[in-house]
């Protein structure tokens, strides 16, 4: 039952999440992600009126694999290369309100929480980690 989430498809599993995410009150798509572009990389604005959900489920699902992550980890993660013309593509990162706002839903629902970095040890870098129940939600998934 603990490996659910790496036998089935990524891409099937970040849909049936963002599906179960719909049903959380604090996962609430913002009114100004109409407006924004995912990366400056990108040239128009979303157009997918499910990106919140999925682009969350994505997150939620990253933490779970990587153990604690950070925004600017995050943010190169979904970056993408931008056309600049005539000019070699440059690699940006993606949009860092995005996944700060995801993250702290994440945490006002409880399924992640920030984790404190322990003087003296460096292995542990100071990130989001996944709750009990953060862990909970996600293996129930099917």
């Given at each position: 039952?603990?490996?659910?989430?790496?036998?089935?498809?990524?891409?099937?599993?970040?849909?049936?999440?963002?599906?179960?995410?719909?049903?959380?009150p604090?996962?609430?798509?913002?009114?100004?992600?109409?407006?924004?572009?995912?990366?400056?990389?990108?040239?128009?604005?979303?157009?997918?009126?499910?990106?919140?959900?999925?682009?969350?489920?994505?997150?939620?699902?990253?933490?779970?694999?990587?153990?604690?992550?950070?925004?600017?980890?995050?943010?190169?993660?979904y970056?993408?290369?931008?056309?600049?013309?005539?000019?070699?593509?440059?690699?940006k990162?993606?949009?860092?309100?995005?996944?700060?706002?995801?993250?702290?839903?994440?945490?006002?629902?409880?399924?992640?929480?920030?984790?404190?970095?322990?003087?003296?040890?460096?292995?542990?870098?100071?990130?989001?980690?996944?709750?009990?129940?953060?862990?909970?939600?996600?293996?129930?998934?099917?």
């Amino acid at each position: 039952m603990e490996n659910s989430i790496y036998e089935i498809n990524p891409q099937e599993y970040n849909l049936k999440l963002a599906e179960a995410l719909k049903k959380i009150p604090e996962f609430e798509e913002p009114e100004w992600v109409k407006f924004v572009k995912s990366s400056s990389a990108k040239e128009r604005p979303i157009d997918d009126p499910d990106f919140w959900h999925k682009r969350a489920a994505s997150v939620l699902r990253n933490i779970y694999k990587k153990g604690s992550i950070g925004v600017n980890r995050l943010k190169t993660k979904y970056g993408s290369k931008k056309n600049r013309g005539f000019k070699p593509e440059k690699f940006k990162k993606g949009s860092g309100k995005i996944l700060r706002v995801i993250l702290q839903q994440s945490d006002k629902a409880g399924f992640t929480e920030i984790q404190k970095p322990i003087r003296g040890i460096k292995s542990k870098k100071p990130g989001r980690i996944l709750t009990d129940k953060g862990k909970k939600f996600l293996e129930e998934i099917k």
